[in-house]
């Protein structure tokens, strides 16, 4: 007896999304499968294996019912990706445009994976993709074709065999219906593609103030912070950190934003654009502070008071950052 084949929807979500809006569409996708996974901040993965014999549909027909649900109910467009498995629908969805749907049969997932970057794989960084270009090897396929004793001295064992079987395309890991845990995101997505990093230093800055603005607002406190980059060929690096302690306060978001910048080592590298994720959100009121003797940390807080009563009253242009001005 052979395992049914699995069909797994990978979908982009083109819109900044409030929790209430993201429930929601997780909702709406639920009416289809059950079986749907939030991925945040703006993505959902739907296993459509039992789905398609309920509709009556082809995997690429039920993609589009998806999306059209989406975009008629709720106006938020979509890049998605089909495929036998969690990783590779992903893959596929981040080479989609928005409102186009790249489907990968399971019979041609070596065929589409062997030319692609091998940053295109969940888990590479920058450090070790220039590890594997020091050596020569730049696409997927490079690294199927090499013997695996090779990639281990390169790579390390552990790391070396979980790259060899994200380039063959496997991925065992089942949709988990799940509801996705509180967070605030903010992003920015590039005029065109930036390789300055003085540029890149002021966009994460940028959404760092923002998340700050937005958890004083709602009155929480952020645990943890997730910084994503994607860059010009579609690929994405994403480094999390936990907070120093819980806090609202715009210069210790950014500080710990800028170090997940730092720890990318981007250099000269093509940015298309940034999203800073916080979450492990808890009430402002049940979140400890650590006291400081410091009285330019007092007076920081009170020109922070200030400036957003200034922003409540004139608009969220009124005060900005004196390394935000233009």
Same mark, same amino acid.
């Given at each position: 007896? =052979?395992?049914?084949?699995r069909?797994?929807a ?5 819109a900044?999304l409030t929790?209430?809006?993201y429930?929601d ?8 499968t059950?079986h ?7 993505a959902l993965?739907?296993?459509l294996t039992s789905?398609?014999r309920?509709f ?5 027909? *039920?993609?589009?019912t998806? *999306?059209l649900r989406l975009?008629g109910?709720y106006?938020i467009?979509c ?6 498995n969690? *990783?590779?629908?992903?893959?596929a969805?981040d ?7 790249t489907?990968v !049969?399971t ?6 994976l062997y ?7 969940p888990?590479i960084?920058?450090a070790t993709?220039d ?7 730049h696409?997927?396929g490079?690294l199927?074709?090499l013997?695996s004793?090779? /990639?281990?001295?390169l790579?390390g064992?552990?790391q070396?065999?979980?790259?060899a079987?994200? @380039?063959?395309g496997?991925d065992p890991r089942p949709v988990? !219906?799940a509801? +996705? @845990?509180a967070? /605030?995101?903010? $992003? /920015?997505?590039l005029g065109?593609?930036?390789? $300055?990093?003085a540029q890149h ?12 603005q937005?958890l &004083? &607002?709602?009155r ?6 997730? /910084?994503?980059?994607?860059y010009?060929?579609?690929?994405? =690096?994403t480094?999390t950190r936990a907070l +120093?302690? +819980? =806090? $609202?306060h715009?210069? @210790?978001?950014a500080? =710990? ?5 730092t720890?990318?080592g981007?250099?000269r590298?093509?940015v298309r654009a940034f999203v800073l994720?916080?979450d492990?959100?808890r !009430? ?7 006291l400081?003797? $410091?009285p330019?940390?007092?007076r920081?807080?009170?020109v922070e008071?200030?400036?957003d009563r ?5 608009g969220?242009e009124a005060?900005?950052p @004196?390394?935000?001005a233009?």
């Amino acid at each position: 007896m =052979t395992a049914r084949r699995r069909h797994i929807a990978h979908l982009h979500l083109h819109a900044e999304l409030t929790e209430t809006q993201y429930g929601d569409a997780i909702e709406l996708m639920s009416g289809i499968t059950p079986h749907v996974q939030a991925v945040p901040p703006n993505a959902l993965q739907l296993d459509l294996t039992s789905a398609l014999r309920y509709f009556d549909l082809s995997p690429y027909d *039920m993609v589009q019912t998806a *999306m059209l649900r989406l975009k008629g109910l709720y106006g938020i467009d979509c890049s998605a990706g089909l495929a036998g498995n969690r *990783m590779l629908a992903a893959m596929a969805a981040d080479a989609s445009a928005p409102g186009d749907t790249t489907w990968v !049969p399971t019979g041609q997932a070596a065929d589409w994976l062997y030319p692609r970057p091998v940053t295109a794989l969940p888990g590479i960084g920058r450090a070790t993709a220039d590890t594997l270009h020091r050596y020569g090897l730049h696409t997927i396929g490079q690294l199927t074709d090499l013997p695996s004793a090779t /990639l281990q001295r390169l790579l390390g064992a552990g790391q070396a065999r979980l790259l060899a079987e994200r @380039a063959r395309g496997h991925d065992p890991r089942p949709v988990v !219906p799940a509801e +996705p @845990a509180a967070h /605030l995101t903010a $992003d /920015l997505a590039l005029g065109r593609d930036c390789l $300055d990093p003085a540029q890149h230093h002021r966009a994460v800055l940028g959404l760092a103030e923002r998340i700050g603005q937005r958890l &004083r &607002r709602e009155r929480k406190f952020a645990g943890r912070l997730t /910084l994503t980059v994607r860059y010009a060929d579609r690929s994405s =690096t994403t480094r999390t950190r936990a907070l +120093p302690e +819980p =806090t $609202d306060h715009s210069p @210790a978001v950014a500080a =710990t934003a800028l170090g997940l910048l730092t720890s990318l080592g981007l250099q000269r590298a093509r940015v298309r654009a940034f999203v800073l994720r916080a979450d492990d959100l808890r !009430p402002a009121g049940s979140a400890y502070r650590q006291l400081s003797m $410091d009285p330019a940390d007092a007076r920081a807080r009170a020109v922070e008071v200030a400036a957003d009563r200034a922003r409540l009253r004139f608009g969220q242009e009124a005060v900005r950052p @004196a390394a935000l001005a233009d």
